[in-house]
Structure formats: structure tokens, C-alpha cells
């Protein structure tokens, strides 16, 4: 299943608590994701662009993710305790992603809420520490299908949207991962040290709107919010000197 997922806060043991940054995750159904952990701005900045300067970008990571219940399983209550494991294919701090995946331990809680445990280097003082993470699911939302002529669906059908497009071309050292969920879109670019991402939602008169975007590339995620439900599996599409493929579709 898709999923739409928020970050409420961080904790880097032993301190408490703290939420710098605006963090969110989509994930297709097929497990492929885009997380994007962008700074709060300053209170004394301009808080009307969404042009923000590569400080700002805490981190991005895009990629595919696994889960598997712990062995021998846990249950504390509130549904089995999952084993989740990241495998980066961008990351906006390294261009070793074979050796970038991450791992954490999922406790779900009764509030429907998901807390995280694990341990990773703490970006304030470059050391490995224990943290936790608190994270909720935003469901996606469904919208009208208007002008899609895929077979067995009619117009005016209600679903989520989902799409996600891939550029891949490792001798020029570029890599991109668009994801769309319901009413939310992400994006990362890398083409070598350049880092380009985005964060779309379609707003409440219904049109798409980008939120947040740092660095200088061209990411689909305008055409993937603007022309998604058109869009099929194997599709390319061509955003200025870069071909992306669209490498999944769903309608859930």
C-alpha cells in the first residue's frame, strides 16, 4: 500500500525531543520512496518562497524499503513490531549509496502513530548515537479521474494517484526519483555534487503548488501532479536534457 508519512519528532538519546525540520515520506506500493528532511526557516527570514538555499536541506534520500516482523515476533498490543531497512539510491550526502542504508525498529503505538528506534550518525556532531524517531500517516487522498482512457476505468472514478519516475544514468553521474502519492509529490536529483529537491501538494482550490524546492535541476513532479492520471508504466517523458521513465503506476 502506499503511504504518506510525516515526522513528528526526533530524539537524539538522551536529550529530549525536538522537530527542526519539515520531514515527509512517500512510498509506492512497490516500495520505492523519496525523504525529503527540510530545515524550519529562520523566524526573522522570508517566509513567502518557496526558493530555499541548499542550507536548508537537511537531508534527501530516495530508494526502496523492506519491513519483516522481528524474529522471534513482538506484539505489544498495537500490531506486530517490524524490522525496516532503507536502501538509498540518492543521497544528498554521499555518493556511496551502496554502503547508505539505514536501519530502524518500528513499535506501533496506540494512536495509530509509529515510533522508531535505531541509531545513525547525529548530523550536529558527525558521531553514531541512539534515536528515536515519532511518525504518523497522513492518508492520501482520492481525486477524480477526468480525461483518463486506460481500459476498465471509467471517467469520474475516484482513487489515488500514484506515480513514480525514475532518471538513471550513471556515466554522466545522474540519478532521479519522483514519487507521487494522493496529493503529495517529492522529488530528488543528483548530477554529480548537484542536488535538486522538491515538494509539491495540490492545494485546497485543487490546483498543484510547489512548496519547497532547493537547487537549480528540473524534476517532473509539475507533470506528475498535472498529468498523473494520464501517465503509464514504461512511459518516458523529456524534462529539459534528461529522459525519465516512468516506472510505476497505481490507481488504488
Keep these: 500500500m502506499a503511504d504518506i508519512s510525516k515526522r513528528e519528532y526526533i530524539r537524539w538519546l538522551p536529550d529530549e525531543p525536538s522537530e527542526p525540520t519539515m520531514t515527509m515520506v512517500l512510498t509506492s506500493p512497490e516500495r520505492r520512496f523519496v525523504d525529503l528532511r527540510i530545515l524550519h526557516p529562520d523566524p526573522n527570514g522570508d517566509k513567502n518562497t518557496c526558493e530555499l538555499p541548499p542550507e536548508r536541506l537537511e537531508w534527501a534520500i530516495a530508494g526502496t524499503s523492506s519491513s519483516w516482523p522481528l524474529s522471534p515476533p513482538l506484539d505489544e498490543g498495537n500490531g506486530p513490531v517490524m524490522h525496516a531497512r532503507w536502501e538509498h539510491w540518492i543521497d544528498s550526502r554521499t555518493l556511496d549509496v551502496e554502503n547508505a542504508a539505514d536501519e530502524g525498529i518500528n513499535y506501533p503505538r496506540p494512536d495509530g502513530t509509529t515510533l522508531e528506534k535505531g541509531r545513525m550518525v547525529n548530523p550536529a556532531t558527525g558521531l553514531e548515537a541512539d534515536y528515536e524517531e515519532l511518525w ?43 514519487v507521487r502519492v494522493g496529493d503529495y509529490c517529492q522529488g530528488l536529483l543528483r548530477k554529480g555534487d548537484n542536488i535538486t529537491a522538491e515538494r509539491w501538494v495540490f492545494e485546497i482550490h485543487g490546483e498543484p503548488s510547489i512548496v519547497e524546492k532547493v537547487g537549480e535541476g528540473l524534476l517532473p513532479c509539475a507533470l506528475a501532479m498535472d498529468a498523473g492520471e494520464k501517465m503509464f508504466k514504461g512511459q518516458q517523458v523529456t524534462i529539459g536534457d534528461d529522459v525519465w521513465n516512468v516506472v510505476e503506476v497505481a490507481r488504488l
Design 136 to 178: 504518523v500517516s497522513i492518508p492520501p487522498s482520492r481525486k477524480l479521474l477526468h480525461d483518463w482512457d486506460r481500459p476498465n476505468n471509467n471517467e469520474g472514478e475516484l482513487a489515488i494517484v500514484v506515480i513514480v519516475l525514475q532518471l538513471h544514468n550513471d556515466p554522466l553521474e545522474k540519478r532521479g526519483m519522483v
